[in-house]
């Protein structure tokens, strides 16, 4: 009986420039999309520089990872709702029109951040990509795979993706695997704050080939 894995995976570990001190991290509320709110461990920084950026319904900022001599350049972008519950708009804005929000982070300008809070967090999520491509419309999977023998066979088994992040005082880790598994076969702005203590979307951008590696949403800081 043949068993084919077909697998491909996404690594990244960065630090912050500059971290977190761990001593001003504190525990504050953070407020959840019912209403309700939690008590959540965030970071902080005070006064500085940053790229930020004030849009209609939602805000930007950018916090960038060390270089460690490479010549690409990562960074971290939050994207924040001015309402607390307005991660659904965002979200379907983001769905409509992804180009819009990657041109927004070439509008954020240098900006002093009289201080910032983020929750640190660690979560993972798990999906069938197979179905997913159904609900949009795919109902057969086009891949065909190919056995060390020449033998194709259709992709019609399921194609499942599993992504890991982990964001704390010192950087990033985050991972991501796709895999198919076959049984039988393949002018500065004055000073201003900015505290993430509601649902946010980040991402994770190289800035200089503009590729987003990571994208997701915080609705709940301790929901591992």
């Known amino acids: 009986m043949l068993k084919v894995i077909l697998a491909n995976a996404l690594y990244f570990k960065g630090t912050w420039d500059p971290i977190f001190e761990v001593s001003n991290t504190s525990d504050k509320n953070f407020y959840l999309l019912n209403g309700e709110e939690v008590k959540a461990p965030f970071m902080y920084q005070g006064y500085g520089w940053k790229l930020y950026g004030s849009f209609e319904g939602f805000k930007v900022l950018r916090l960038p990872y060390q270089n460690e001599q490479d010549q690409r350049r990562f960074s971290m972008y939050i994207y924040l709702p001015d309402e607390r519950d307005g991660l659904k708009n965002l979200l379907q ?99 201003v704050p900015f505290v993430a203590d509601h649902p946010f979307v980040f991402m994770i951008m190289e800035d200089k080939s503009r590729i987003p590696l990571f994208v997701g949403a915080v609705v709940n800081p301790l929901l591992g």
Do not use: W
Request: charged share 20%; with cysteine; net charge negative.
């Open 93 to 191: 804005q983001l769905n409509t029109n992804p180009d819009e929000f990657l041109k927004h982070q070439l509008m954020l300008k240098p900006t002093t951040v009289s201080y910032f809070r983020i929750p640190k967090f660690k979560f993972s999520c798990r999906f069938q990509v197979s179905q997913v491509m159904q609900e949009l419309g795919l109902k057969e999977p086009s891949i065909m795979l190919c056995s060390p023998h020449g033998q194709e066979f259709p992709a019609s088994a399921s194609i499942n993706h599993k992504a890991v992040i982990e964001v704390n005082e010192t950087g990033t880790e985050a991972a991501a695997v796709t895999e198919l598994d076959c049984g039988c076969c393949l002018d500065a702005p004055p000073p």
